[in-house]
């Protein structure tokens, strides 16, 4: 399922890379990254909060993303397999 929005992403990349879908996708590619990173480096203070201040990046976008278009927020959140947030959920 990433691999294949990998892949959308990729050709729209080419597009508009400034696009808060594609900004929000790089953000949860570097989150995976460095939780992955962190399992092994439970210690490793500096990128936990590199790691704090990408989620705090990302969750603002998707604030921003679901006040302006709520169809393109769900899409989103569906495609990258990402939770919704308990502040954006209750806004329906």
């Known amino acids: 399922m990433i691999?294949?929005?990998?892949i959308s992403f990729q050709e729209k990349k080419k597009e508009n890379s400034g696009s808060v879908e594609f900004q929000v996708f790089?953000?949860?590619n570097k989150i995976r990254r460095l939780t992955s990173h962190l399992e092994?480096?439970?210690k490793d203070y500096?990128?936990?909060r590199g790691l704090r201040k990408i989620l705090g990046k990302r969750?603002?976008?998707l604030s921003y993303l679901s006040k302006k278009n709520r169809v393109r927020y769900k899409e989103l959140?569906?495609?990258l397999d990402i939770?919704?947030?308990?502040?954006?959920?209750?806004?329906?």
């Open 83 to 92: 939770r919704e947030s308990k502040k954006i959920s209750f806004l329906n």
């Open 77 to 79: 959140i569906n495609q």
């Open 26 to 28: 790089s953000f949860t």
């Open 46 to 48: 500096l990128s936990q």
């Open 3 to 6: 691999k294949n929005s990998f």
């Open 59 to 61: 969750q603002r976008l």
């Open 40 to 42: 092994l480096h439970r």
